[in-house]
């Protein structure tokens, strides 16, 4: 029974995120994305450091992805994090993500449950790859992401002022929980 709650939640999740569109009557410009992302730059680990909270992520702390380049042009994609607390077990959710604008490679689309797939835009980068920012057209979905599980504050600040240009409400915003590394464990 707990297997097939997991999978509902995993598919109610998906279909949210595929489905989700721009409250209506509101007028969102095009979302912009950054020029160009080098995908060999990008791919490893990347923390969690904020997020707009929705169901298939409720109750996550520790969060983090892992993006690995595949022979075939795709990118593996593993996100995990473990609920309410970090003493809690690991969840992961493997998945694969395919570039739909090759010119920059800012516009993916990630699939955790074949056939659907859900945008991934990358609308704000650090030149070194530090972190990042991934949106979605409708701007119900946003990650802030780091290749660290802290972020300097001002670094975090700065992000967050940039975004009602995307147009995102930064007051939806929910920082995650990054435990420090003694606790972390595996």
């Known amino acids: 029974m707990d297997r097939l709650r997991k999978w509902l939640r995993v598919l109610a999740g998906s ?14 410009p095009p979302l912009k994305t950054v ?8 791919t490893g680990t990347w923390y969690e450091i904020a997020r707009y909270p929705h169901s298939f992520q409720k109750g996550c702390v520790d969060s983090r992805a892992d993006y690995e380049l595949r022979d ?14 970090p003493a809690r077990e690991v969840r992961r959710v493997s998945g694969t993500a395919r570039v739909v604008d090759n010119v920059s ?14 945008e991934y835009w990358i ?30 504050e001002a670094v975090y ?5 940039r975004l009602p240009a995307q147009g995102y409400d930064p007051l939806k915003l929910q920082r995650t929980y990054q435990p420090p590394e003694e606790v972390r464990g595996n």
């Open 15 to 28: 279909l949210t995120l595929l489905a989700g569109c721009a409250p209506s009557g509101q007028h969102l």
């Open 35 to 42: 020029p160009h992302v080098d995908l060999q730059k990008y």
């Open 72 to 85: 075939d042009g795709r990118i593996g994609v593993v996100n995990q994090c473990r609920r309410d607390t």
């Open 105 to 118: 490679n800012a516009r993916l689309q990630v699939s955790f449950f074949w056939p659907f797939w859900g």
């Open 123 to 152: 609308i704000d980068l650090d030149p070194d790859y530090r972190w990042a920012v991934v949106g979605h057209p409708s701007r119900n979905y946003l990650w802030i992401l780091s290749r660290t599980p802290k972020m300097e």
């Open 157 to 161: 600040r700065e992000l967050v002022s």
